[in-house]
């Protein structure tokens, strides 16, 4: 945990300059970024103290202090929701070995309420990026990625390791961003997750792309947005995606995907619907484009 803490510290500060919070630069650098004694002026702490936390020493550490260093390196409300567990896990409550988590499982009222949304398409996943369950119109939406074998379905496992990946989202490099931004927030949440390093692992030994991007110690929120995808049945989407966390159910969260109202990726959404309705897909797939 130290190393994530000295790498995610050192990656925050290397990305501001001097000038962007009104200090002034003397010399030549050779590093980028603010320096350690900059940050430490900048939190109202001492350098050797400051010194202390970027080494991955945060034991102690107060919230207000935290707060301080969330301002000087201009943390946005991912960052500091990653610092804070990054410091609450580095205390020193003992050594906990990774420990695999029970399976998750979705209630069957859960899967009642993905079945009732009839218009979106609808899905429980987790932070790992696991899709477990879905609605009709969700399965449709996402058979690029049931059709794999691997279960549970992982979007992350698809995008860096799967060849359809590149077709099938429009905006291929945004969305690696994002998977890996989401799980390296997820890893600082439960830096004991074996599941979760497990897949960490697997990905950064296939996916030079993943591992590039899990150096930069990126971490993200994403609640809301617009995905484009492209179907391989109905082409083109444009769908709005809303979370919606489940409080009684720790660790999983709804996503729907809508169309806007009177739009292409309306009626396309329909016309899948009714691919993924049909017991004989093919004969849908005729059907869908002769319309």
Known sequence: MKTEVREFLTSRRARITPEQVGLVSYGSRRVPGLRREEVAVLAGVSVPYYTR???????????????????????????????????RAAQPTGARPPRRRAKQRVRPEVQWTLDAITGAAAFVGND??????????????????????????????????????????????????????????????????????????????????????????????????????????????????????LPADHGLTIFTYTAEPGSRSEEALKLLGSWGATPDPAESVRTIEQT
Request: glycine content about 4%; charged content about 30%; hydrophobic content about 45%.
């Open 53 to 87: 936390l970027e080494r991955g020493d945060m034991k102690g550490v107060s919230q207000s202090v935290l707060e301080a260093l969330a301002r000087a390196l201009e943390l946005d409300d991912a960052e500091r929701s990653h610092l804070f567990d990054l410091a």
């Open 128 to 245: 790992r990026l696991d899709l477990l369950a879905a609605n009709e119109l969700g399965r449709a939406l996402f058979s690029e990625l049931y059709a794999a074998p691997a279960r549970p379905v992982n979007s992350a496992r698809f995008v860096f390791l799967d060849p359809r990946a590149e077709t099938f989202y429009d905006d291929l490099e945004r969305v690696a961003d994002w998977c890996v931004a989401t799980l390296r927030w997820a890893a600082g949440r439960d830096p004991h997750d074996r599941s979760l390093s497990d897949l960490v692992g697997e990905l950064a030994t296939h996916s030079e792309a993943f591992r590039m991007r899990w150096a930069t110690h990126d971490v993200r929120f994403h609640n809301v947005g617009v995905k484009q995808f492209h179907h391989p049945v109905v082409g083109d989407l444009s769908l709005s995606l809303t979370r919606l966390d």
